[in-house]
């Protein structure tokens, strides 16, 4: 069984390319995500938030993203995890 998901980034290079996310390839993200964050010194959640969708921009699937709540959402979930 494959389950088929979207993640909330836009990482450019992925589309020029035929990437269809899967469980695996989520997993291949976020790892690349900590270890790019690890190299610039950085939070892996600064990392994931520069790289999240926001409005306008167009999904792999080339789904126009108007309206885009991914960010407010997970600065949302950051204030209730650290307070």
């Known amino acids: 069984m494959c389950i088929e998901i979207q993640s909330s980034y836009l990482i ?7 990437f269809t996310v899967f469980v695996e390839a989520t ?5 690349a995500i900590e270890h790019v964050s690890t190299l610039l010194g950085l939070h892996p959640e600064v990392v994931r938030e520069v790289n999240m969708y926001s ?3 167009y ?3 080339s ?3 108007i309206s ?4 407010s959402i997970f600065k949302s979930l950051q204030v209730r995890i650290c307070c």
């Open 27 to 31: 997993f291949l993200l976020e790892t």
């Open 68 to 71: 885009c709540n991914a960010r």
């Open 63 to 65: 789904q126009h993203l």
């Open 55 to 57: 409005d306008g921009d």
């Open 59 to 61: 999904t792999l699937a």
């Open 12 to 18: 450019p290079i992925l589309q020029s390319t035929v």
